[in-house]
């Protein structure tokens, strides 16, 4: 019983020792490539994930891309500037799908932003074409 005792002591301690996952790991500040491969089952087109962060009030260029871009916000807010439509406010837990070829300007809230930013494109076909302002 002793020896059952020590055994069950010792792996509680090794347990014990063995640190948390760090849950509250944040990416540099900028676009940060999650994934950029070409998906087995549609071999001409390109699959482009990334972990978008952006501090307080940073302005990004003004752009548009070929193929839509769906956006989905995790922490902060993100407004959505979109040539010819009403700027829209977007918070953590919130998504948007900005068409094909819409110009718009990043913007990040007041506390900054973290969104995930997913798109497919024809391989071959630019990220995003900027706009002049």
Same mark, same amino acid.
């Given at each position: ?16 020792? =063995? !640190?948390? !996952?760090?849950? #509250?790991? +944040?990416? !540099?500040? %900028? ?6 491969? =070409?998906? %087995?089952?549609?071999?001409? +087109? ?16 003004? #752009?548009? #891309?070929?193929? $839509? &871009?769906?956006?989905? *916000?995790? &922490?902060?807010? @993100? *407004? ?5 439509? $009403? !700027?829209?406010?977007?918070?953590? %837990? &919130? ?6 070829? +819409? *110009? #718009?300007?990043?913007?990040? %809230?007041?506390?900054?932003?973290? @969104?995930?930013? =997913? ?7 630019? *990220?995003?074409? &900027?706009? @002049?302002?």
């Amino acid at each position: 019983m002793r020896v059952a005792a020590v055994l069950v002591a010792f792996a509680l301690t090794g347990c014990a020792s =063995t !640190p948390a !996952p760090d849950s #509250h790991w +944040q990416p !540099p500040l %900028g676009s940060n490539d999650v994934f950029n491969a =070409t998906p %087995g089952a549609a071999p001409r +087109q390109r699959l482009l994930v990334a972990d978008l962060r952006l501090p307080p009030d940073a302005v990004g260029a003004t #752009h548009y #891309h070929p193929w $839509e &871009e769906y956006l989905y *916000v995790i &922490e902060g807010s @993100a *407004v959505l500037d979109m040539e010819g439509l $009403e !700027p829209r406010t977007l918070t953590a %837990g &919130e998504s948007f799908i900005i068409p094909a070829r +819409q *110009v #718009h300007t990043p913007r990040a %809230g007041a506390n900054g932003v973290r @969104a995930i930013v =997913t798109r497919v494109h024809d391989a071959g076909d630019p *990220v995003r074409i &900027e706009v @002049a302002e």
